[in-house]
């Protein structure tokens, strides 16, 4: 029976009122089946199985007795948050990668467990998939409920409308580690904490983590590996593939080459999802039709490539292609190179910035590049503006109207037809919440530390307006990411990576007969960073399916 809150116990979306999916218990034949992958053992009351911090722990299946999950307090004290009982198993996401574990585990009474070391988890996952969907299922909502009710994580000490602050909480939104804000700007306890840890405002934001140690304002690399979320992967190995990207592309990319037995490697510099894991909802995307949050489809994506035995190393941003050498070499942020006998390029495509005077003032402290659950709270019953006429500006107005007091969606061109799809220039037409400003564009932003205060001007009309917005979200345009290719690759004008027919043109045939192959035999793009690429999930996780087949090829030639 789960310890944790259950303050929303009508909300059906609230793992802990899905029990029997979040803590299932195996029927006596799927447990024989589980006890053959590892061995039985008995197990005195009280004896820890595994602690917090540790990586690559065992799964445990409970034959008679119970098992504690603990955490800690903000005493750090230890509480149980669950108690799993005969048939019922350990884990949750964590037992799929090599990133530290949330929680602790010990016997809350004498037990006889099965015990199934990591590799032997593995087979079970891949030789039962039937108890895999169930297990999958379990992980993936308890770890939801984690995050839902700031077990097991850390505390963000900030004020909540700083860059900083901001930036923190994002990536470990983003990376789905559970977290908790403590808003100085209006919550009652931060002055109690400011005083426990002897900090001034000048010092914040600090990440509070387990021991009451203090991460003061950390880079996104300095809090993955305090956090333990950067899995260390073998120096000197050569991967059959390196995957430069976690977007749609990327993980689909990842998920068919380890299927199909390449040693797979993933680099992300921030989170699972790219550009597409900032969407609050995507509803054309086959087979959701009530639709699914980015971030969400990113998560399970995830999930689906380390079960496969993908590795992930996040905020390991790529910063130089070696492409003289045989393997290929990628020079990562900070130290340290993978190399790879092909390499896939999914490093995606990034919001472009406005034109506009003091634009970079206010980047993460009022503008934004993302509608997620986050930014909702942050600007709840507020006036808005959102800059774009793509999906992602329709989705992400709709999103926020729910929320706020008023969104103003901004766009050049005359109308939403053109570069949106139907349903949503529908919605957004029929809600009162969301005006639409046409040929219109920002022309001034205002504010002492924050953005304060924006203004608008129609082209068409010349009429100008100011209104006291502290919260704009840009969506406009492509910029790819390609500045780390150091030369080693055709681009076209506008930065992305030629592929096919043209990267041959470029390079004397060296592009291959892959619509994906660059002008570097080996080196293919997918998704947002190729050239005439179709800027939609559904394409992106297409092409990252599909351009494995090119990289087999690549790698096992057919004989003459």
């Not at 006291?468 to 492509?478: D, K």
Request: hydrophobic share 40%.
């Amino acid at each position: 029976m789960s310890l944790l809150p259950a303050d929303n116990a009508k909300d059906p979306s609230d793992p802990m009122q899905r029990e029997a999916q979040t803590f299932p218990k195996l029927s006596a034949e799927m447990i024989a089946r589980v006890a053959k992958f590892g061995t039985e053992e008995e197990v005195p009351k009280g004896q820890t199985l595994y602690e917090r911090g540790q990586r690559g722990v065992d799964f445990f299946l409970v034959l008679e007795g119970a098992i504690e999950i603990t955490s800690e307090d903000e005493e750090d004290r230890p509480i149980v948050i669950v108690v799993h009982r005969a048939g019922q198993f350990t884990g949750e996401l964590d037992l799929f990668n090599e990133r530290e574990i949330l929680v602790s585990a010990r016997t809350a009474k004498n037990s006889r467990v099965v015990r199934i070391k990591r590799p032997d988890f593995r087979r079970m996952v891949t030789a039962e998939p039937d108890i895999a969907e169930i297990i999958m299922r379990a992980y993936i909502l308890r770890r939801v409920a984690l995050i839902r009710y700031g077990q097991t994580g850390v505390s963000v000490l900030g004020p909540g409308h700083g860059g900083d602050t901001l930036r923190i909480e994002r990536f470990l939104m983003r990376n789905g580690y559970p977290h908790r804000l403590i808003d100085t700007e209006k919550d009652e306890d931060a002055r109690g904490f400011l005083e426990c840890f002897h900090l001034t405002l000048d010092e914040l934001p600090v990440v509070v983590y387990p021991g009451h140690r203090l991460l003061r304002n950390p880079s996104n690399s300095e809090l993955a590996d305090a956090l333990g979320l950067t899995e260390a992967f073998e120096e000197g190995k050569v991967y059959d593939l390196l995957v430069v990207g976690a977007g749609p592309a990327g993980l689909a990319a990842a998920v068919y080459g380890a299927s199909e037995g390449l040693s797979t490697l993933v680099i992300e510099a921030l989170a699972p999802g790219g550009q597409a894991g900032t969407s609050s909802k995507i509803e054309n995307y086959l087979g959701f039709p009530t639709g699914i949050s980015g971030q969400a489809l990113a998560g399970r994506a995830q999930v689906q490539a380390q079960k496969f035995g993908a590795r992930l190393a996040i905020s390991r941003p790529a910063v130089r292609l070696d492409c003289d050498t045989s393997p290929y070499r990628v020079s990562l942020e900070g130290s340290g190179q993978v190399a790879a006998r092909a390499i896939i390029i999914a490093t995606g495509a990034r919001y472009r910035g406005l034109d506009v005077e003091n634009y970079e003032k206010y980047e993460g402290q009022g503008i934004h590049y993302a509608a997620t659950a986050m930014e909702a709270q942050l600007c709840a019953n507020e006036e808005i503006i959102v800059v774009g006429g793509g999906n992602s500006a329709g989705q992400a107005a709709m999103y926020l109207s729910r929320t706020t007091a008023k969104v103003y969606m901004l766009v050049r061109a005359k109308g939403l037809a053109a570069t949106m799809s139907d349903y949503l220039v529908q919605r957004i037409e029929a809600t009162p919440r969301i005006q639409l400003l046409t040929e219109t564009e920002i022309t001034g932003l205002e504010g002492e530390r924050t953005l304060e205060r924006v203004a608008w001007t129609n082209r068409a009309t010349g009429a100008s307006e100011t209104k006291p917005i502290r919260n704009l979200f840009v969506m406009i345009g492509a910029a790819p990411n390609t500045d780390w290719l150091n030369g080693c690759l055709a681009l076209d004008s506008k930065g992305f990576v030629v592929t096919g027919v043209e990267a041959s043109r470029e390079n004397a045939g060296m592009g291959g007969d892959s619509p994906f192959g660059t002008s570097r035999q080996g080196i293919f793009a997918v998704g947002d960073v190729r050239a005439g690429s179709v800027k939609r999930v559904a394409s992106g996780v297409g092409e990252g399916s599909v351009v494995v087949q090119a990289v087999h090829k690549y790698l096992n030639p057919p004989l003459d």
